[in-house]
């Protein structure tokens, strides 16, 4: 545990000091759970949003982006079940004053037991090498299936609780567990009550016409809202999907973890319309479709595991989130929802306009149903910047900080260091950026030795490094070392563009989904 938090807190301090993350309004002491994004962070940030654009919009025909706005109809949020539903169970510690998701308690008590249980597993592992099954260990294990069943009944009564809002039993489930409250170690606890996430604000200028509005919460109601809109200019024919990425604004009761929780975020979701009948089906292959997305960046398949919901949210009758490894282990990334027609219908009702597909081969009108994809890019910045994040021993016992960066995502592509000051150095180094500005962002380090230019670039994640020396001058060749392997080259200068486009081009790493 303390290696994790040395580790996550060590991703904190380098997103800040390379210019990737700060605190919001840092000269007033920061805003909780709100960041800006700096002058790397704006641009790996940008990255991943192109690439996940083009993945979901370019590259397949029936899917179309839109941009709505922030602000909607407040009824959207009623027909949304965001008014009524929208809401966390919250329990406050009377002694330290701490406020805590009452669900998260007790899902974080569970998840002890779920530790027990690994160390159980590991323990026989050891015990039984090759010859050990784990299935058959958790099936048989007198321990392990006691603590199984034990994980499984709290859950179970949890979540029974929350579904028939009996929050007073929340609250008992609390006190019969003896959870305390991780700060002061107290068990005395207020009542459990329902918290409301959503934002509100006022449009209009005088205090009579003015009309309460929500900042939206997620990003997904702007495209249901639009959906005959872009159906009927757009001539897209059933299966179809509608894109976009976007802030979403929820007022978290326990927001912490850095960018993983914020109470601003952007989110890039897609709502494909299908056939109702059909959801089994496209589920399954949006989920096929979404984990290829992820792996295609080569961050391990090992950090990537589908987590399958029981606990269905009011719209959904299929649900699972794409968990990845972050440095305080396995948690959701994406959402991958069939949402039925749960969305269109209750608009439908709200707005009292149809919004029903057309099919002209069969002549018959519908409500679609939805497979949603929903993925936090913040969440998707953490986890790319929080698994490149390395230190590595090197041959000569030295250590290396390196940001390992898929190089499709790196802020600069390359960075150009003349070896000295003078003799017309830094000149050539300037009209190499010049010709590669056009095609990559390119920085240019003349600071220091060339050795540490280097460790600076590999910290900032920069794919390529080129050295500008004296031979240039007399055969128009550079030397270019790639940041994860520390080669060098010597190229020509008329080189270094294709060797660069080979590397860093979204195509080839996008072609990997296939
Ligand atoms: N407060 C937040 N900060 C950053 N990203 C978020 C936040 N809430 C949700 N997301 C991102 O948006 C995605 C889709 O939102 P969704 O409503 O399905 O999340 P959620 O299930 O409420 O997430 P969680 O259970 O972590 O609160 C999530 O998978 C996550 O990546």
């Not at 993350?21 to 940030?45: M, P, T």
């Not at 850095?258 to 975020?265: C, G, K, S, T, V």
Request: glycine share 6%; charged share 30%; net charge negative.
């Amino acid at each position: 545990m303390a290696k994790q938090e040395d580790d996550f807190k060590k991703v904190i301090s380098h997103a800040k000091e390379y210019g990737y993350v700060f605190q919001s309004s840092e000269i007033y002491d920061g805003l909780s759970a709100v960041y800006d994004y700096a002058q790397n962070g704006a641009e790996l940030k940008k990255n991943i949003r192109e690439y996940w654009w083009k993945a979901m919009v370019q590259l397949n025909e029936n899917i179309v982006g839109i941009d709505a706005a922030i602000f909607m109809h407040p009824t959207t949020w009623k027909a949304s079940g965001h008014v009524d539903a929208f809401s966390d169970p919250l329990i406050d510690n009377k002694d330290s004053k701490k406020r805590y998701r009452a669900d998260v308690l007790v899902e974080d008590y569970v998840a002890k037991i779920e530790g027990k249980i690994e160390k159980e597993v590991d323990k026989a592992a050891k015990r039984f090498g090759d010859s050990f099954d784990k299935a058959q260990f958790l099936n048989t294990n007198q321990r392990v299936v006691e603590y199984q069943e034990r994980a499984t009944s709290i859950l179970k009564r949890l979540g029974k609780s929350l579904e028939n809002e009996d929050l007073d039993d929340v609250k008992r489930l609390i006190e019969e567990l003896e959870i305390a409250c991780p700060m002061s170690g107290s068990k005395n606890w207020t009542d459990v009550k329902q918290f409301n996430l959503m934002f509100g604000t006022k449009l209009g200028a005088t205090t009579e016409t003015a009309m309460d509005l929500y900042l939206r919460p997620e990003t997904a109601q702007g495209i249901f809202v639009n959906f005959l809109n872009v159906q009927k200019t757009g001539r897209m024919k059933i299966p179809f999907g509608i894109a976009q990425t976007g802030k979403a604004f929820r007022n978290e009761i326990v927001a912490r973890q850095f960018i993983f929780r914020m109470r601003e975020f952007e989110q890039m979701e897609m709502q494909f319309f299908i056939k109702p009948g059909t959801q089994q089906e496209w589920y399954e292959k949006w989920k096929d479709m979404r984990m290829k997305w992820h792996l295609s960046l080569g961050m391990g398949e090992e950090n990537y595991r589908f987590h399958d919901h029981e606990k269905l949210a009011h719209y959904a009758d299929a649900a699972a989130d794409i968990e990845f490894r972050f440095p305080f282990g396995f948690k959701e990334l994406e959402g991958i929802h069939s949402r039925t027609d749960f969305d269109l219908s209750a608009h439908e009702k709200f707005s009292g306009k149809k919004l029903q597909y057309f099919d002209n081969d069969t002549r018959e009108s519908y409500v679609p149903y939805v497979i949603e994809t929903s993925i936090g890019l913040d969440r998707m910045f953490l986890a790319v910047f929080s698994k490149a994040l390395q230190e590595e021993e090197l041959e000569n016992g030295t250590t290396r900080t390196v940001l390992r960066l898929p190089s499709v995502l790196a802020p600069n592509k390359a960075a150009v260091l003349p070896l000295v000051k003078k003799d017309g150095l830094p000149e050539v180094a300037r009209k190499i950026i010049d010709d590669l500005k056009w095609d990559f962002n390119v920085t240019y380090d003349e600071k220091d030795a060339v050795g540490r230019r280097y460790r600076r670039q590999d910290a900032n994640g920069t794919p390529f490094c080129i050295t500008v020396d004296h031979q240039t001058l007399e055969d128009e060749t550079v030397t270019i070392r790639h940041r994860d392997t520390m080669e060098q080259q010597r190229v020509a200068i008329s080189e270094l563009k294709g060797i660069i486009h080979q590397e860093v081009d979204m195509k080839s790493w996008l072609m990997k989904m296939a």
